[in-house]
């Protein structure tokens, strides 16, 4: 990756402080946006637009998400579109995200890895952890993420 860890979890915490969003969890991705002066939208897939989650199109400043998707799935794209957004920038494109299993170049990489720092800030997840016992489904709820982001986390944090 061309990003360090440090630096995409330094750009997480400074656009949360930034926007006025530190420690509020599940974070306020909307307002995150709107500072960015970014308009979320969700898309109503149809055939051609189904394998999609979310994309960014930078002229028009609007992030869409897949409204088909469950909430706590839009939450974490939309929270890797807002990376695209605060790593990536105007220079780079716009980008369609695509849900395929196969590898992921390392801008997804990195907007993925911003989007756990984002919604899941270390500090705060080792503390949730001990309090609800390393319960993922309790630790989604605290930050409106699937079980499936709060394993990959802990994984991450060597946790588990
Ligand atoms: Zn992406």
Not at 69 to 95: C, K, S
Not at 114 to 125: K, N, V
Request: hydrophobic fraction near 40%; include cysteine; glycine fraction near 6%.
């Amino acid at each position: 990756m061309a990003l360090s860890r440090q630096q995409i979890r330094d750009a997480a915490t400074e656009l949360a402080i930034n926007a006025g969003v530190h420690d509020q969890f599940p974070v306020p991705l909307e307002r995150i946006a709107e500072y960015l002066d970014y308009q979320c939208l969700q898309f109503l897939p149809d055939d051609t637009t189904n394998k999609i989650s979310g994309a960014v199109n930078h002229q028009q400043r609007k992030i869409y998400v897949n409204g088909d998707d469950p909430a706590r799935r839009q939450m974490f794209t939309l929270a890797h579109e807002i990376g695209h957004v605060a790593l990536h920038g105007e220079v780079e494109g716009n980008f369609i995200d695509h849900r395929s299993p196969g590898p992921k170049t390392p801008k997804e990489l990195e907007a993925d890895m911003f989007a756990s720092e984002l919604l899941m800030p270390e500090f705060h997840f080792r503390s949730s952890w001990s309090e609800w016992d390393g319960v993922p489904s309790l630790i989604a709820t605290v930050y409106g993420v699937s079980e499936q982001a709060v394993k990959v986390r802990a994984k991450i944090l060597k946790l588990r």
